[in-house]
């Protein structure tokens, strides 16, 4: 999927054996290892009631986490035994804590009097859906790796999405705006400035699309360490332009405190300049970061503080 040729190989095999049984029944997913004395002492119960529920549409699918290491990262395994229920390729709840039959039951009950299950389906049908929960983890995977600061194989990735999937899956702006964003994070702007431009005038208004075009826009203005210095010092003057300046700058090298307190301080020293520049860049900024950031939120305040007093 995008991936190195062993991650792709532990995509495939948890999609043939965990995710399309998932689609019409519910799938307990138990992450042990060899060595753990309490998962092997876990796992005579987990296969009795599994085999005690078969009927009710329950199966039982175990992941060694010592073969399957990339697999068990992406669904942040800390410790093991971890059990999960896994629904449509979803994970619907947390099975870890129930040891004993009775709380298991009690929690598969639970679980099954919410879920549209067919016992008697095999899981190679999906329904209307079929393909999306599995898209969702991937979008999910993607986002993660970017995180992780993994910016070629978010790449990777979404380009597989983009171009694997039906084109109703791939159009969605989550797929759109993260290819766009993993472009400009590994350094391939004109790339992402195409893959931006193509996008219809309908997807470019959606608010992911839209942030990713922010950050597009401001990526524009990207210098090197030597060029960026040059900047700072010559801002220090108090000149404004210098200042506004350094700031797209500071931003665009990923340094947004830095980028923040200069527009910040610019914008409580003269609030007109320009036009309003550096007040507008702030606000570019937060529809760039995300408006529900805690950093944005945060520096919001600043600024309405300067602003309002």
Do not use: H
Request: proline fraction near 5%; include cysteine.
């Amino acid at each position: 999927m995008g991936l190195n040729i062993e991650e792709q190989k532990a995509v495939d095999r948890f999609r043939q054996e965990v995710v399309e049984p998932s689609m019409s029944k519910l799938v307990v997913l138990d992450f042990w290892a060899e060595w753990c004395g309490p998962c092997k002492a876990l796992a005579p119960m987990l296969e009795k009631v599994a085999a005690e529920y078969a009927d009710k549409g329950v199966v039982l699918k175990k992941v060694n986490v010592d073969e399957e290491q990339f697999i068990a990262s992406q669904f942040q395994v800390q410790s093991i035994p971890t059990v999960y229920a896994m629904f449509q390729g979803r994970p619907v709840a947390d099975l870890t804590s129930a040891r004993s039959e009775s709380q298991l039951k009690q929690a598969l009950d639970q679980i099954l009097a919410q879920l549209p299950l067919d016992p008697n389906a095999d899981g190679a049908e999906g329904g209307p859906n079929d393909g999306m929960p599995d898209v969702e983890q991937l979008i999910a995977m993607g986002e993660q790796l970017l995180e992780a600061g993994e910016n070629e194989k978010a790449v990777q990735l979404y380009s597989e999405i983009a171009s694997a999937a039906p084109p109703e899956i791939a159009s969605r702006p989550e797929i759109q705006s993260g290819l766009i964003r993993a472009l400009l994070a590994n350094g391939q702007q004109e790339q992402a400035q195409a893959t931006f431009d193509a996008l219809t005038d309908e997807q470019k208004a959606d608010p992911a699309v839209a942030q990713a075009g922010a950050q597009l826009e401001l990526a524009g203005e990207k210098v090197d360490d030597s060029e960026l210095t040059a900047l700072r010092e010559k801002a220090q003057g108090g000149d404004m332009d210098a200042r506004y300046a350094y700031a797209e700058a500071a931003f665009a090298a990923r340094q947004r405190d830095a980028a923040a307190d200069e527009l910040l301080s610019m914008v409580e020293e003269d609030r007109e300049w320009n036009e309003g520049a550096a007040r507008t860049k702030l606000l570019q900024i937060f529809e760039a970061v995300g408006l529900e950031d805690p950093w944005v939120v945060a520096t919001r305040r600043r600024l309405s503080k300067i602003l309002f007093g």
